[in-house]
């Protein structure tokens, strides 16, 4: 270890965006105001309009949080059998499959973007299968094309785990406006947050009143049940953060890219990594994640454990994989490449307000550490 290169305050892998204080505080004036807290309020309507304008797509609906808005979607399908998803993800694209009452078939995934294998994905399908349930990993769009055609030609639903894509564009299009439906989270960790949060966009303005219901136990009317829901409605303080950051998302995202370039910039050629995060020509990215791989497991280990010395916090993500939980043991199964890829992926400190000299200083620890 080199002593002087030590941070002098914990450097987590990510840190919570706060809006200006006093922004937050107009909108929880009007709270006091209005004694309205949830089920559909101002604040939560207004943030809806917003959001519209933001993502540029006309459907959208607003939940307690990402993942509920997942099950909600899955339940509002009507999905029955199979659903074929990625075992690289967050434990939340699976646990959505199955709280749903669905199998989940796992597909292996490509090597630059992390994605579903599209390749691989039709040898999957059976007689059982119902959807598609792919995640933009890091930001980084699915094979959009592939997954519509092969949706088509077999009749599936998709749905998108756009978790970390909040703001992603390609060719101008918003990642909002692909598959059936779309899930971001609004959680306080990802690019843009309403403290706890979540978003559906989709297709066919027909879900719209049923995903109403089912975000609020199912009560069509107030004289009638129609599904059994559940409770996964958006609050007002949810929504005046999430009016509150989306002030400043464009600004935020800028910052990010500068974190981003400042990484490329001082680890570039450094042989003991043999992946920096892409980028792709037709895609406006939001820079949510920055992970690396190394040449190997042990590698990785070792450099995740020795940045704790100097107060850099990174994280094994993801690692383990889904089909390596044991929750879920019946499931497991060969995945060569995501394997490949977990036992070496590192996502490095990645914020809006991760300073320039920081991002410097842990490139330059990175580097001794690595004997570079
Ligand atoms: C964060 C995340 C979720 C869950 O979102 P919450 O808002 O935390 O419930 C789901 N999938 C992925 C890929 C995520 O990163």
Aim: charged residues 25%; aromatic residues 10%.
């Amino acid at each position: 270890m080199l002593t002087e290169l030590k941070i002098d305050r914990p450097i987590h892998v990510t840190k919570p965006k706060l809006p200006d204080f006093e922004l937050y505080k107009e909108y929880i004036e009007g709270i006091w105001e209005n004694q309205w807290l949830t089920n559909d309020g101002p604040l939560h309507e207004q943030f809806k309009e917003n959001l519209k304008d933001y993502l540029n797509v006309s459907n959208l609906e607003l939940f307690t949080n990402g993942h509920l808005a997942l099950e909600t979607a899955i339940k509002a399908l009507d999905l029955k059998g199979e659903v074929i998803t990625t075992p690289f993800t967050f434990a939340s694209t699976t646990h959505a499959i199955v709280n749903s009452g669905l199998t989940p078939v796992f597909c292996d995934i490509e090597m630059d973007s992390f994605t579903i294998d599209t390749d691989q994905l039709e040898k999957h399908i059976t007689s059982q299968t119902c959807a598609i349930l792919a995640v933009h990993v890091f930001g980084l769009p699915c094979n959009l094309e592939k997954i519509e055609e092969l949706a088509k030609k077999h009749n599936l639903a998709v749905i998108y785990d756009a978790a970390h894509t909040f703001g992603v564009e390609i060719n101008g299009r918003s990642i909002a406006d692909f598959g059936d439906v779309s899930m971001f989270s609004f959680h306080s960790t990802k690019v843009f947050h309403s403290i706890e949060g979540g978003l559906l966009s989709f297709q066919d303005e027909g879900l719209k009143q049923k995903l109403k219901a089912l975000k609020n136990f199912g009560i069509t009317s107030q004289d009638s049940v129609d599904y059994v829901g559940t409770n996964a409605k958006m609050n007002e303080f949810q929504a005046a953060m999430g009016l509150s950051n989306l002030q400043t998302i464009d600004e935020d995202i800028s910052k990010r890219k500068l974190v981003h370039e400042t990484y490329i910039e001082h680890l570039n050629s450094v042989e003991a990594i043999r992946h920096l995060p892409n980028s792709m020509e037709n895609v406006k990215h939001n820079y949510s994640y920055f992970p690396i791989l190394l040449h190997d497991q042990e590698t990785r280990d070792q450099l995740h454990e020795s940045l704790k010395n100097y107060n850099v916090f990174t994280r094994k993500y993801f690692y383990p994989l889904c089909t390596d939980f044991s929750c879920y043991a019946e499931y497991q199964e060969d995945m060569p490449k995501a394997t490949f890829v977990s036992e070496r992926i590192l996502c490095l400190p990645m914020y809006t307000e991760l300073e320039t000299e920081i991002v410097q200083q842990i490139c330059s620890i990175i580097r001794f550490e690595l004997g570079e």
